[in-house]
């Protein structure tokens, strides 16, 4: 069965370095997100992307984040001078579909540890 | 806006018994979906009810859908020990663009 599957699993890093969080989406599928969940907390928006641009963006996505959607399979989520407070557990999502139509397919996340 | 708040937030219950979780939001909605999720790992889709829809059933889980108090309830009948998992509703709010919002999820222990 096709899934969505993410890369690193598990990235620590510096305060102040770079991250990119990989995500290859499920081949057919139209619309991508990245969510984020800090530990024990609940599951919150970053973006939506369709169509090669971003759809939405919530609070959280500052300048500091960027995605990109470079050839076609991968989505990335890049992170351009990590904050502890960035430390969570980021999903991404694909969907062939607008979400009034259906669910989400997740991924099982990348787990960011910014020390 | 906030979105989808369950309750409880954690439950304990002995196998075999029927867990009830509840979800609430505040502005209309498309659709409202349940997940799971597995300590550490991904989101997985269990069930989807339309705001036009009161009932649906998928195996164990049944879910209801009250629009005129802005609620939805999922009941899991006859649990086992691998249904112990963080449950979240989540909202497909009719102005809320083209995304779900998650509320906080119900951390549900079933006990064998």
């Known amino acids: 069965e096709p899934e969505v599957t993410q890369t690193p699993s598990h990235q620590v890093t510096q305060m102040g370095q770079e991250v990119i969080l990989r995500c290859v989406p499920i081949?057919?599928?139209?619309?991508f997100y990245w969510y984020r969940q800090i530990l024990g907390q609940k599951v919150e928006f970053l973006v939506s992307?369709?169509?090669?641009?971003?759809?939405?963006k919530s609070e959280i996505f500052d300048d500091q984040f960027s995605v990109e959607r470079p050839d076609g399979s991968n989505f990335t989520l890049k992170i351009r001078s990590t904050k502890l407070e960035d430390s969570a557990m980021y999903f991404c999502?694909?969907?062939?579909?607008?979400?009034?139509?259906?669910?989400?397919?997740f991924g099982e996340g990348s787990r960011l540890t910014v020390l | 806006s906030q979105q989808g708040e369950e309750d409880p937030q954690a439950l304990s219950i002995q196998e075999g018994e029927n867990a009830t979780m509840n979800c609430s939001y505040k502005?209309?909605?498309?659709?409202l979906q349940w997940y799971r999720q597995n300590s550490g790992r991904g989101l997985v889709h269990l069930i989807l009810i339309r705001s036009n829809e009161r009932e649906k059933h998928s195996g164990r889980l049944r879910v209801t859908l009250d629009t005129s108090k802005k609620s939805s309830s999922l009941l899991i009948t006859a649990s086992r020990a691998a249904d112990t998992a963080s449950y979240f509703c989540a909202t497909d709010g009719a102005k809320d663009g083209n995304k779900l919002v998650f509320g906080a999820g119900t951390i549900l222990r079933v006990k064998s």
């Open positions: 081949s057919n599928h139209l619309y």
């Open positions: 999502a694909s969907t062939p579909w607008e979400v009034e139509a259906g669910e989400l397919f």
């Open positions: 992307f369709y169509n090669n641009e971003i759809s939405e």
């Open positions: 502005t209309s909605i498309n659709n």
